[in-house]
Protein backbone atom coordinates (compact mmCIF):
# COMPACT_ATOMS: atom_id res chain seq x y z
CA UNK A 1 0.00 0.00 0.00
CA UNK A 2 1.16 3.38 -1.02
CA UNK A 3 1.39 4.90 2.72
CA UNK A 4 2.35 1.80 4.73
CA UNK A 5 6.12 3.32 5.39
CA UNK A 6 4.19 5.80 6.59
CA UNK A 7 1.80 3.90 8.84
CA UNK A 8 4.42 1.59 10.28
CA UNK A 9 6.65 4.80 10.81
CA UNK A 10 3.66 6.41 13.14
CA UNK A 11 3.22 2.60 14.65
CA UNK A 12 6.89 2.91 15.57
CA UNK A 13 6.42 6.61 17.33
CA UNK A 14 3.52 5.19 18.96
CA UNK A 15 4.73 1.62 20.87
CA UNK A 16 6.41 2.28 24.03
CA UNK A 17 9.68 0.73 24.03
CA UNK A 18 10.11 0.44 20.16
CA UNK A 19 13.39 2.15 18.82
CA UNK A 20 12.32 4.02 15.80
CA UNK A 21 14.69 5.30 13.63
CA UNK A 22 15.70 8.68 13.56
CA UNK A 23 13.30 10.92 11.58
CA UNK A 24 13.97 11.60 7.99
CA UNK A 25 14.64 15.41 7.37
CA UNK A 26 14.68 18.02 4.22
CA UNK A 27 18.17 19.61 4.21
CA UNK A 28 16.39 23.19 2.70
CA UNK A 29 13.85 23.03 5.46
CA UNK A 30 16.55 22.50 8.08
CA UNK A 31 18.37 25.60 6.51
CA UNK A 32 15.08 27.65 5.80
CA UNK A 33 14.48 27.39 9.76
CA UNK A 34 17.90 28.21 10.70
CA UNK A 35 17.48 31.38 9.07
CA UNK A 36 14.31 32.88 11.02
CA UNK A 37 15.39 35.77 12.93
CA UNK A 38 15.62 34.90 16.84
CA UNK A 39 14.94 31.46 16.26
CA UNK A 40 12.37 28.85 15.35
CA UNK A 41 10.69 26.90 18.43
CA UNK A 42 8.09 24.10 17.14
CA UNK A 43 7.89 21.14 14.64
CA UNK A 44 7.52 21.12 10.93
CA UNK A 45 6.43 17.58 9.25
CA UNK A 46 6.51 16.71 5.33
CA UNK A 47 4.74 13.75 3.70
CA UNK A 48 5.04 12.79 0.21
CA UNK A 49 3.34 10.16 -1.76
CA UNK A 50 2.15 8.69 1.48
CA UNK A 51 5.47 8.06 3.35
CA UNK A 52 7.36 10.60 5.94
CA UNK A 53 10.26 12.72 4.35
CA UNK A 54 10.93 15.00 7.40
CA UNK A 55 10.16 15.23 11.27
CA UNK A 56 12.34 17.85 13.05
CA UNK A 57 12.01 19.85 16.32
CA UNK A 58 13.09 23.03 17.40
CA UNK A 59 13.82 25.54 20.21
CA UNK A 60 11.56 24.78 23.04
CA UNK A 61 9.86 21.38 21.47
CA UNK A 62 12.48 18.65 22.08
CA UNK A 63 10.45 15.60 20.56
CA UNK A 64 8.90 15.79 17.56
CA UNK A 65 6.15 13.06 18.07
CA UNK A 66 4.42 15.59 21.25
CA UNK A 67 1.01 16.48 21.26
CA UNK A 68 0.31 19.53 20.46
CA UNK A 69 -2.76 21.74 19.69
CA UNK A 70 -4.34 22.57 16.90
CA UNK A 71 -5.97 24.87 17.01
CA UNK A 72 -8.67 25.84 14.53
CA UNK A 73 -7.18 22.86 12.25
CA UNK A 74 -9.65 21.57 14.52
CA UNK A 75 -12.50 22.51 11.88
CA UNK A 76 -11.33 20.86 9.10
CA UNK A 77 -12.14 17.39 11.13
CA UNK A 78 -15.36 18.86 12.08
CA UNK A 79 -15.71 19.80 8.12
CA UNK A 80 -14.96 15.71 7.43
CA UNK A 81 -17.46 14.46 10.26
CA UNK A 82 -20.02 17.02 8.75
CA UNK A 83 -19.50 15.61 5.22
CA UNK A 84 -19.16 11.65 5.98
CA UNK A 85 -22.67 12.53 7.25
CA UNK A 86 -23.58 14.08 4.08
CA UNK A 87 -22.23 10.73 2.16
CA UNK A 88 -24.17 8.90 4.21
CA UNK A 89 -27.58 10.86 3.27
CA UNK A 90 -28.49 12.31 6.88
CA UNK A 91 -27.17 15.88 6.44
CA UNK A 92 -27.33 18.35 3.30
CA UNK A 93 -25.00 20.87 2.87
CA UNK A 94 -27.40 23.28 1.75
CA UNK A 95 -30.42 22.77 4.43
CA UNK A 96 -30.93 25.31 6.97
CA UNK A 97 -29.66 24.89 10.02
CA UNK A 98 -33.24 24.74 12.01
CA UNK A 99 -33.89 21.71 10.31
CA UNK A 100 -31.43 20.21 12.22
CA UNK A 101 -31.64 22.18 15.68
CA UNK A 102 -35.39 23.44 15.58
CA UNK A 103 -34.96 25.31 18.76
CA UNK A 104 -32.01 27.18 17.94
CA UNK A 105 -32.74 31.21 18.04
CA UNK A 106 -30.52 32.70 15.84
CA UNK A 107 -30.39 32.55 11.97
CA UNK A 108 -31.88 29.45 11.51
CA UNK A 109 -31.96 29.93 8.09
CA UNK A 110 -28.57 29.74 8.06
CA UNK A 111 -27.31 26.47 5.68
CA UNK A 112 -24.73 23.86 7.11
CA UNK A 113 -22.85 25.06 3.58
CA UNK A 114 -23.05 28.43 5.63
CA UNK A 115 -21.51 27.91 8.79
CA UNK A 116 -18.79 25.19 7.39
CA UNK A 117 -17.82 28.99 4.97
CA UNK A 118 -18.45 31.38 7.88
CA UNK A 119 -21.49 32.96 6.35
CA UNK A 120 -23.79 32.30 8.73
CA UNK A 121 -24.14 35.73 10.27
CA UNK A 122 -23.75 34.38 14.06
CA UNK A 123 -22.18 35.98 16.57
CA UNK A 124 -18.43 35.81 16.99
CA UNK A 125 -17.52 33.85 20.49
CA UNK A 126 -13.96 35.90 20.71
CA UNK A 127 -15.81 39.02 20.43
CA UNK A 128 -17.05 39.15 24.13
CA UNK A 129 -16.07 40.41 27.64
CA UNK A 130 -12.20 39.72 28.89
CA UNK A 131 -12.28 40.44 32.77
CA UNK A 132 -8.93 40.57 33.05
CA UNK A 133 -7.87 42.59 30.21
CA UNK A 134 -5.20 39.44 29.35
CA UNK A 135 -5.98 38.75 25.93
CA UNK A 136 -8.05 36.39 26.10
CA UNK A 137 -11.98 35.96 26.09
CA UNK A 138 -13.27 35.41 29.52
CA UNK A 139 -15.24 32.09 27.48
CA UNK A 140 -11.98 30.81 26.62
CA UNK A 141 -11.25 30.85 30.21
CA UNK A 142 -13.86 28.94 31.59
CA UNK A 143 -15.45 32.24 32.63
CA UNK A 144 -18.46 34.22 32.19
CA UNK A 145 -21.48 33.29 30.35
CA UNK A 146 -20.98 29.62 28.46
CA UNK A 147 -20.03 29.48 24.82
CA UNK A 148 -23.76 28.61 23.79
CA UNK A 149 -25.13 31.47 25.49
CA UNK A 150 -23.05 33.98 24.27
CA UNK A 151 -23.25 32.11 20.18
CA UNK A 152 -27.26 32.80 20.90
CA UNK A 153 -26.69 36.55 20.86
CA UNK A 154 -28.08 38.76 17.72
CA UNK A 155 -26.56 37.78 15.36
CA UNK A 156 -23.81 40.28 13.57
CA UNK A 157 -25.57 39.72 9.61
CA UNK A 158 -28.38 38.06 7.66
CA UNK A 159 -26.93 34.36 6.80
CA UNK A 160 -25.17 34.24 3.61
CA UNK A 161 -24.66 38.47 3.76
CA UNK A 162 -20.97 37.92 3.60
CA UNK A 163 -17.74 36.26 5.28
CA UNK A 164 -17.81 36.78 8.82
CA UNK A 165 -15.49 34.85 11.06
CA UNK A 166 -15.94 33.08 13.95
CA UNK A 167 -16.22 29.85 16.27
CA UNK A 168 -20.03 29.92 16.93
CA UNK A 169 -20.12 28.32 12.91
CA UNK A 170 -17.91 25.54 14.24
CA UNK A 171 -19.63 25.08 17.88
CA UNK A 172 -23.26 24.65 16.33
CA UNK A 173 -22.24 22.50 13.77
CA UNK A 174 -20.95 20.41 16.31
CA UNK A 175 -24.53 20.25 18.13
CA UNK A 176 -25.91 19.29 14.75
CA UNK A 177 -24.00 15.98 14.29
CA UNK A 178 -24.55 15.11 18.37
CA UNK A 179 -28.21 15.61 17.16
CA UNK A 180 -28.06 13.67 13.85
CA UNK A 181 -25.53 10.76 15.34
CA UNK A 182 -26.70 10.20 18.96
CA UNK A 183 -23.25 10.92 19.74
CA UNK A 184 -21.10 13.14 21.66
CA UNK A 185 -18.26 15.05 19.31
CA UNK A 186 -15.47 13.34 21.32
CA UNK A 187 -17.18 10.06 20.72
CA UNK A 188 -17.42 10.73 16.70
CA UNK A 189 -13.71 12.00 16.49
CA UNK A 190 -12.36 8.93 18.27
CA UNK A 191 -14.41 6.22 16.06
CA UNK A 192 -14.69 7.81 12.63
CA UNK A 193 -11.31 9.22 12.54
CA UNK A 194 -8.66 8.23 15.34
CA UNK A 195 -9.23 4.69 15.25
CA UNK A 196 -9.95 3.77 11.76
CA UNK A 197 -6.11 6.03 11.09
CA UNK A 198 -4.64 4.66 14.15
CA UNK A 199 -3.96 7.96 15.74
CA UNK A 200 -3.48 7.23 18.93
CA UNK A 201 -2.71 10.91 20.28
CA UNK A 202 -5.88 12.12 19.00
CA UNK A 203 -8.00 13.66 21.48
CA UNK A 204 -9.49 16.88 22.77
CA UNK A 205 -8.20 19.53 24.97
CA UNK A 206 -9.04 18.62 28.92
CA UNK A 207 -11.58 20.94 30.70
CA UNK A 208 -8.52 23.09 32.36
CA UNK A 209 -7.10 26.11 32.24
CA UNK A 210 -3.14 25.61 30.98
CA UNK A 211 -0.74 27.92 29.27
CA UNK A 212 1.37 25.93 26.46
CA UNK A 213 2.91 28.70 24.48
CA UNK A 214 4.76 32.19 24.01
CA UNK A 215 3.21 35.67 23.32
CA UNK A 216 6.40 37.24 22.32
CA UNK A 217 8.39 36.62 25.20
CA UNK A 218 5.71 36.35 27.84
CA UNK A 219 3.87 32.85 28.32
CA UNK A 220 0.52 33.03 27.02
CA UNK A 221 -2.51 34.06 29.25
CA UNK A 222 -4.45 30.67 31.02
CA UNK A 223 -6.36 29.26 28.28
CA UNK A 224 -9.02 26.33 28.74
CA UNK A 225 -8.91 25.14 25.20
CA UNK A 226 -11.65 22.61 25.28
CA UNK A 227 -14.12 25.76 25.59
CA UNK A 228 -13.08 25.91 21.79
CA UNK A 229 -14.98 22.36 21.08
CA UNK A 230 -15.30 21.64 17.38
CA UNK A 231 -13.97 24.99 16.70
CA UNK A 232 -10.45 24.79 18.01
CA UNK A 233 -9.89 22.01 20.38
CA UNK A 234 -7.90 18.97 18.47
CA UNK A 235 -4.84 17.88 19.98
CA UNK A 236 -2.69 15.37 18.48
CA UNK A 237 1.19 14.90 17.24
CA UNK A 238 1.89 16.79 14.12
CA UNK A 239 2.10 12.88 12.44
CA UNK A 240 -1.28 12.60 13.51
CA UNK A 241 -2.64 15.71 11.73
CA UNK A 242 -0.04 14.75 8.35
CA UNK A 243 -1.71 10.73 8.48
CA UNK A 244 -5.08 12.51 8.57
CA UNK A 245 -4.00 14.74 5.37
CA UNK A 246 -2.78 11.71 3.72
CA UNK A 247 -6.00 10.06 4.34
CA UNK A 248 -7.91 12.66 2.52
CA UNK A 249 -6.36 12.38 -0.64
CA UNK A 250 -6.58 8.55 -0.06
CA UNK A 251 -10.30 8.74 -0.09
CA UNK A 252 -9.99 6.70 3.44
CA UNK A 253 -12.52 9.15 5.07
CA UNK A 254 -14.89 10.68 2.86
CA UNK A 255 -16.22 10.51 -1.08
CA UNK A 256 -14.70 11.72 -4.06
CA UNK A 257 -17.55 14.24 -4.49
CA UNK A 258 -17.38 15.34 -0.84
CA UNK A 259 -14.04 16.29 -1.42
CA UNK A 260 -14.32 18.12 -4.10
CA UNK A 261 -17.04 20.23 -2.32
CA UNK A 262 -14.89 20.50 0.60
CA UNK A 263 -11.93 21.88 -1.68
CA UNK A 264 -14.00 23.52 -4.03
CA UNK A 265 -13.42 27.39 -4.08
CA UNK A 266 -12.32 30.25 -6.77
CA UNK A 267 -12.35 34.22 -6.54
CA UNK A 268 -16.04 34.62 -6.39
CA UNK A 269 -15.36 32.72 -2.62
CA UNK A 270 -12.40 34.88 -1.89
CA UNK A 271 -10.71 31.10 -2.38
CA UNK A 272 -12.41 29.80 0.85
CA UNK A 273 -13.63 26.22 0.74
CA UNK A 274 -15.67 24.30 3.49
CA UNK A 275 -13.19 24.90 6.21
CA UNK A 276 -10.15 25.34 4.15
CA UNK A 277 -8.73 28.09 1.32
CA UNK A 278 -7.83 26.60 -1.75
CA UNK A 279 -5.63 28.65 -4.41
CA UNK A 280 -3.30 28.52 -6.57
CA UNK A 281 0.31 29.37 -6.37
CA UNK A 282 3.62 29.24 -7.71
CA UNK A 283 7.24 28.38 -6.18
CA UNK A 284 9.09 30.83 -8.02
CA UNK A 285 12.41 29.04 -7.02
CA UNK A 286 11.42 25.83 -9.13
CA UNK A 287 8.77 27.62 -11.50
CA UNK A 288 6.86 24.96 -10.19
CA UNK A 289 2.42 25.97 -10.20
CA UNK A 290 0.22 23.89 -8.30
CA UNK A 291 -2.73 23.98 -6.31
CA UNK A 292 -2.87 24.44 -2.17
CA UNK A 293 -5.50 23.81 0.70
CA UNK A 294 -4.48 25.87 3.61
CA UNK A 295 -6.11 25.65 7.12
CA UNK A 296 -4.21 27.83 9.38
CA UNK A 297 -4.92 28.07 13.24
CA UNK A 298 -4.19 30.40 16.51
CA UNK A 299 -4.89 30.19 19.76
CA UNK A 300 -2.81 32.08 22.75
CA UNK A 301 0.92 31.49 21.47
CA UNK A 302 0.44 28.39 19.30
CA UNK A 303 0.71 28.97 15.82
CA UNK A 304 -0.30 26.20 12.96
CA UNK A 305 -0.04 25.76 9.32
CA UNK A 306 -1.98 22.76 7.74
CA UNK A 307 -0.86 22.82 3.92
CA UNK A 308 -2.16 20.12 1.59
CA UNK A 309 -0.66 20.49 -2.28
CA UNK A 310 -2.91 17.54 -3.93
CA UNK A 311 -1.45 17.94 -7.35
CA UNK A 312 2.00 16.68 -5.94
CA UNK A 313 0.91 14.29 -3.15
CA UNK A 314 2.48 16.55 -0.27
CA UNK A 315 1.27 17.13 2.81
CA UNK A 316 2.85 20.21 5.06
CA UNK A 317 2.47 20.53 8.64
CA UNK A 318 3.92 24.14 10.74
CA UNK A 319 3.83 24.17 14.48
CA UNK A 320 5.08 27.02 16.46
CA UNK A 321 4.75 27.89 20.36
CA UNK A 322 5.53 31.43 19.55
CA UNK A 323 2.61 33.48 19.13
CA UNK A 324 4.69 36.63 17.38
CA UNK A 325 6.22 34.35 14.63
CA UNK A 326 5.28 35.54 10.90
CA UNK A 327 4.74 32.85 8.49
CA UNK A 328 3.53 35.07 5.91
CA UNK A 329 0.55 34.48 3.43
CA UNK A 330 0.79 31.58 1.43
CA UNK A 331 -1.29 32.77 -1.08
CA UNK A 332 0.93 36.43 -1.43
CA UNK A 333 4.10 33.99 -2.97
CA UNK A 334 6.55 35.24 -0.44
CA UNK A 335 7.23 34.49 3.05
CA UNK A 336 8.40 31.96 5.83
CA UNK A 337 5.50 29.38 5.04
CA UNK A 338 6.03 29.66 0.56
CA UNK A 339 9.74 29.56 1.14
CA UNK A 340 9.29 26.15 3.65
CA UNK A 341 6.84 24.64 0.53
CA UNK A 342 9.53 25.55 -1.84
CA UNK A 343 12.49 23.69 -0.05
CA UNK A 344 10.13 20.95 -0.10
CA UNK A 345 8.85 20.87 -3.74
CA UNK A 346 11.84 22.53 -4.84
CA UNK A 347 14.61 20.98 -3.10
CA UNK A 348 13.47 17.07 -3.28
CA UNK A 349 16.70 16.01 -4.25
CA UNK A 350 18.89 17.26 -1.68
Excluded at 109 to 133: E, I, K, V
Excluded at 173 to 184: A, N, P, Q, R
Excluded at 221 to 236: E, K, L, N, R, T
Excluded at 254 to 267: F, H, N, R, T
Aim: proline letters at 6%; hydrophobic letters at 45%.
Amino acid sequence: MRYLAGLVFLVMLAVPGTTAAAPPTVPAVLERLAAVPDGFSGIVGVWRQGQPVHLSAHGRMTSPDRSVRWASVTKSVTAVLVLQEVDAGRLSLDTPLSTYLPDWPVNGDATLRQLLMHTSGLADLSDSPDADADGMADVYQGQGPGWRALCERPARAPAGSGFTYNNCDYRVLGLILESVTGEDFETLVRTRIGEPLGLSSLRLAANEAVSEAFDGTRPEPQIDVSAYGPAGAMYGTVEALLAFDQALLDGRLISDDALAEMWKAGPESGYGGLSVWVFPVTLTACGVETRVVERQGAIGGVQVRNLILPDLDVAVVLWTDQATLDFGQTWSGEGLTIDLLAAVVCGEGD
